[in-house]
């Protein structure tokens, strides 16, 4: 029998604020635990919350990046559940009237454009975190994460792969960091995801039990998780079983997902409009002024790129993929003026020596000056591609800037022509059996003339002087 997978993503996004939702508690990475709650977090008697507009804001951000609808009249609800790092005893969230309504997010996947459609994307705050380590068999909770406000962007069961599901997933990223309304940040649980994954016959319109898979924090580990998942779920099938609607966990180091919980529905939290909070009352004009403020989007930088510097598609939808890989580029085409060698540099030998350290762009141990200093060394000749790969090595190790290695190695390019054609004379005359092959014919001996003259010359001949100065004297 053959299968459709049907996956539907709930991606929570940390907001950038720098306090929480409903109180005034820093929202800061990596304090000491339980040192960033206040009594409003705390969920202390005789508290009040009071809504936290730059939320509110960052909220309408996405719904205008997204093309989403925003609701005028959004309202608060209380989601009852118990769990030690919920000190209230419920979560304060949106249900029947979330912020933002209706949207979508354009992927592309094998060369193909599909739209995904959103369908909500509702302000909820954060709970508290368990932690198991070195309590000695029991757990402790940190309340600092408690009440940091999120974006829970739901999208419609419409994925049908995980690589679908990776690729939207990554463009919601890059969008909330072009947005910056989040950090995007997975190791630290800014930006984390849910996957709703079921199967059914190939050709059924009603869609089969679902399992959800929680809190998968990386690209990686929610294809991996996915594809688990739909293989288990369809053996269970095939072997006449039936899938049961639970919460399950992925295990990373097994590549396994378990069960955790039986899969709740809405009415088991026994929702309610909170009373502490007054409804969302977000104006046209509030809209049009955040819409104003926007910052160039993914498409649109994409769209410029290939206007403004000739790229290819692929190039730019690589280079606008990346917030900072985009600002980087443009440093380097200001500081080079070269803007299809500044794009072959980053996207090769760059992003190779970044993903061989694991480190990220704006981490680099070479600036994009620096890197756009050394491209301007090759567009102007003082060096070869080949003696630049020696000199980006040393700018990696911060051996001194681009101007100081050339000069302290020797390494700047010989193009002068008497030097050339003197060395080419001395290799012609030590390899006269060669030379008369390559006039009778055999051309594929040019490479080992220019080997040989590179060679001699440590790499530092001028590739296009050198070529056809050799074919000149090679022809008698």
């Known amino acids: 029998m053959q299968w459709e997978v049907v996956i539907g993503l709930e991606v929570h996004a940390q907001l950038a604020t720098k306090s929480k939702i409903f109180s005034g508690a820093s929202t800061q990475f990596g304090a000491e635990p339980n040192t960033q709650a206040c009594p409003i977090d705390l969920g202390m008697p005789g508290v009040l919350p009071v809504l936290n507009e730059e939320a509110v804001t960052m909220a309408i951000r996405f719904g205008l990046g997204t093309n989403a609808e925003i609701t005028r009249r959004s309202v608060f609800a209380r989601k009852n ?82 690589k679908e599901a990776v690729a939207y997933l990554k463009a919601l990223h890059t969008l909330v960091r072009y947005l910056e309304i989040c950090d995007g940040n997975m190791q630290e649980g800014s930006f984390r995801c849910d996957a709703n994954v079921s199967v059914r016959p190939l050709g059924e319109t009603k869609l089969g039990t679902r399992t959800e898979l929680k809190n998968i924090n990386s690209f990686r580990f929610v294809e991996r998780a996915i594809n688990y998942e739909v293989e288990r779920q369809i053996s269970v099938l095939e072997n006449g079983g039936k899938i049961t609607q639970e919460t399950r966990l ?29 409804p969302v ?74 993903n061989k350290a694991n480190i990220e762009i704006e981490d680099s141990p070479i600036s994009a ?68 092959a390559y006039r009778g014919g055999k051309d594929k001996l040019f490479g080992f003339f220019v080997g040989q003259a590179m060679k001699a010359s440590g790499g530092k001949m001028n590739p296009q002087q050198l070529n056809d100065l050799l074919k000149k004297k090679l022809a008698g």
């Not at 369908?119 to 954060?126: F, G, I, P, Q, W």
């Not at 709740?264 to 929702?271: H, P």
């Open 281 to 354: 009352i977000i104006t046209d004009e509030q809209i049009e002024k955040i819409r104003r403020e926007l910052p160039e989007l993914p498409q649109q930088k994409k769209q410029r790129f290939i206007a403004q510097y000739h790229l290819t598609e692929y190039d730019a939808t690589n280079l606008s993929t990346n917030k900072d890989m985009a600002e980087y580029y443009e440093k380097v085409v200001t500081a080079s003026h070269e803007p299809k060698l500044a794009v072959n540099w980053i996207m090769g030998e760059l992003s190779a020596a970044l």
């Open 369 to 436: 000056d620096s890197l756009g200093n050394l491209i301007s060394r090759i567009a102007d000749n003082t060096i070869s591609g080949k003696i630049a790969k020696t000199i980006f090595e040393a700018l990696w190790n911060k051996e001194g800037n681009v101007d100081d290695i050339i000069e302290s190695r020797g390494l700047k390019q010989v193009s002068d022509v008497g030097a050339i054609e003197k060395l080419i004379d001395e290799i012609i005359a030590a390899n006269p059996e060669q030379v008369a």
């Open 81 to 162: 559940y118990f769990y030690p790092d919920l000190p209230k005893g419920y979560q304060i969230s949106q249900l029947n009237l979330p912020t933002i309504g209706r949207g979508y997010i354009d992927i592309i996947t094998d060369n193909q454009l599909k739209r995904i459609n959103i369908t909500r994307a509702h302000l909820e705050e954060d709970a508290g975190k368990s932690l198991h380590e070195d309590f000695h068999g029991l757990s402790g909770i940190d309340l600092n994460r408690a009440g940091t406000p999120l974006l829970e962007i739901v999208s419609e069961p419409e994925i049908r792969s995980a």
């Open 250 to 278: 992925y295990d990373p180091n097994k590549n396994e997902t378990r069960p955790m919980r039986s899969k709740e529905e809405a009415n088991d939290y026994r929702y309610f409009p909170d009373p502490d909070l007054l």
